[in-house]
């Protein structure tokens, strides 16, 4: 019984500590504050002239500002978004922030700093109810080489790059490290669609899935996860090769044998490109 109670009561402070993360500060004023962003706020105001919020969150992370049911780019003729939160802090333009070909055209305008620290300076007292939305969100404009490419492909604050050079597992994984990101991990059908709709399935792409610890026991390596039962997959029929200590310990997908599918395939022999991605 009291270990059911104990249960209960963690239950309730994970989902307390899980839902705070995304607060609505209300009827109270936000002018002037300090406002830590660990993952998402949301702040409806009140909001009037010349009041000024700063916002900062973790160091090697940025900072993406939306208008919830708005765009951020009309609600700009009530605020500037400043780039840090000096007073010198330049003025982020939309017309000024990195257009990402290959990001999805559908997702929710933002306006992105360069730093950990932004704020925003009101101009005018906003005449109608105005929701602004700030999210942690890793940069996407990395240089990582002349076969790259990148996009906030699945969401406005994750990027993911597509490396074009045919290497094997390890060294594609070294490539995303040097960048401060991982192979790619899917955790569910819809961020690997929007990765093999923007990338195609045409050639092979590696994925941070390998069984190379343990046969048997896939891990994605970028995220640390074992795959459970239960979890998303989409191996292709017959596969993974179940023989005890075989040679086919990395997955990808794409090309003429495993289509959309997933393939083991052997980690150093086999050369493909890869996907690496960066989460906030
Ligand atoms: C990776 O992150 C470190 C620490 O935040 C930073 O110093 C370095 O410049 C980053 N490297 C790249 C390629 O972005
Ligand atoms: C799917 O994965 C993406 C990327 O990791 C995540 O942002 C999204 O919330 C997930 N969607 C569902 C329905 O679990
Ligand atoms: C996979 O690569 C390893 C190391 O190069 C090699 O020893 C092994 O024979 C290969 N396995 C297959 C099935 O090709």
Known sequence: MVKILLFVFL???????????????THRDVCGELI?????????????ENCILEFR???DRILAFSVVDGDVKEASELFTIHDGISRASPILL?????ILELSRKDLPSALYSTQSTASVRFTKTPSSKLLLKIQKAVSCSL?????????RVVDEISCYCANFANKNHADHSMLCIDNNMTLVSFENRTEEEFVQRTWSTQIPFWTSLTDTRRDGTWVWEGTMTILDTGDYTHWFPGRPSSASDNEEDCMLYGGNTFLAYWGDVNCTTTLANAI???HP
């Not at 962003?37 to 702040?43: E, G, H, M, S, W």
């Not at 240089?143 to 996009?151: A, K």
């Open 36 to 48: 830590n962003v660990d993952k998402a706020v949301v702040i409806d105001g009140p909001f009037h």
């Open 276 to 278: 690496c991605e960066a």
């Open 57 to 59: 969150t973790q160091e």
């Open 11 to 25: 239950c309730a402070l994970i989902f307390i500590v899980v839902s705070s993360q995304e607060k609505v500060a």
């Open 143 to 151: 240089n990582v080489g002349p076969e790259t490419q990148c996009g």
């Open 94 to 98: 939309a017309g000024n922030q990195k």
